[in-house]
């Protein structure tokens, strides 16, 4: 309760879990379209571990902000990537 950063990244940490355990291309095939919903939750799971890491340092935010950065850059174009792959279908049809 007293340091809510430890929370967060143990809520990140066993959020991991069940996505470690579907890695292997067995899962992936066992699975099959429900491993990607599955692992869709990276979206939320990665920011958790960067707010984990904002939320435990004190003045300086550089190390964290950067990684906030890198982030949000990855994600991001993997979100663009997807938009633009809809749009050409839209428009196809
Ligand atoms: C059970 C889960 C976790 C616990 C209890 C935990 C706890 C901690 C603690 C106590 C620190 C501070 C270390 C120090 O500088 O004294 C720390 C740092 C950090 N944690 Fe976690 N953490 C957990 C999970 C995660 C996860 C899942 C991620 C990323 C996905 C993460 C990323 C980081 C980062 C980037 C730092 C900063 C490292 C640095 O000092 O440069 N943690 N964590």
Redesign the pocket.
């Known amino acids: 309760m007293k340091r809510p950063?430890?929370t967060i990244?143990?809520l990140?940490?066993?959020m991991?879990i069940p996505l470690a355990l579907t890695s292997t291309r067995k899962m992936m095939r066992r699975l099959g379209k429900r491993w990607q919903q599955l692992h869709r939750a990276i979206y939320l799971?990665?920011p958790?571990?960067v707010l984990?890491?904002f939320m435990?340092v004190k003045a300086d935010i550089r190390?964290?902000l950067i990684?906030g950065l890198l982030l949000a850059l990855l994600l991001g174009y993997r979100v663009r990537g997807r938009v633009t792959r809809l749009l050409q279908f839209a428009h196809c049809r």
Do not use: R
């Open positions: 950063y430890i990244g143990m990140a940490f066993l991991l799971i990665a958790l571990g984990h890491f435990l190390e964290p990684y």
